[in-house]
């Protein structure tokens, strides 16, 4: 089997799907809103006729979420988190909280120092996190 290595492209990327992660619902939420609800210009025939196409809204909602691309792919992202947050140890479950759930933006090192783990040994535990969620989405 071979591994993928993660390049910093692809730990930037899976560092921002777990920021995305944790505020999925919302993120979800608001791209359904957004396909429900969308945005029409206004007419300017005020009368008119009636339609002589007969819809079917339920159908056309469910399929608008099918073929969303964007919608589509924050639901896997909830789904893989999901898994991977399952798959996370308690310490490695402390680090994605301190990291991503924290409102103080702790950066790696400031992280690394409240677990008093050594600079390096905290970018070996970051490596560690994102791949578990990397494996997760596919990417390696």
């Not at 040994?121 to 560690?128: D, G, P, Q, S």
Request: hydrophobic fraction near 35%; aromatic fraction near 8%; charged fraction near 35%.
């Amino acid at each position: 089997m071979r591994i993928i290595e993660l390049t910093k492209g692809k730990l930037k990327y899976l560092e921002e799907s777990y920021r995305d992660y944790v505020e999925i619902d919302y993120l979800i939420a608001h791209r359904i809103l957004e396909l429900d609800h969308p945005w029409k210009e206004p007419e300017d025939n005020i009368g008119g006729g009636r339609s002589s196409i007969i819809t079917k809204l339920q159908e056309q909602i469910v399929v608008r979420h099918d073929e969303d691309k964007q919608l589509q792919r924050l639901i896997n992202l909830q789904k893989a988190g999901d898994r991977a947050i399952k798959r996370l140890d308690d310490e490695q479950l402390n680090i994605f909280k301190l990291k991503f759930k924290e409102t103080n933006y702790y950066d790696w090192e400031t992280i690394g120092e409240l677990i008093h783990v050594s600079k390096p040994t905290i970018y070996r535990k970051r490596y560690k996190l994102l791949e578990i969620l990397g494996k997760e989405l596919g990417i390696c």
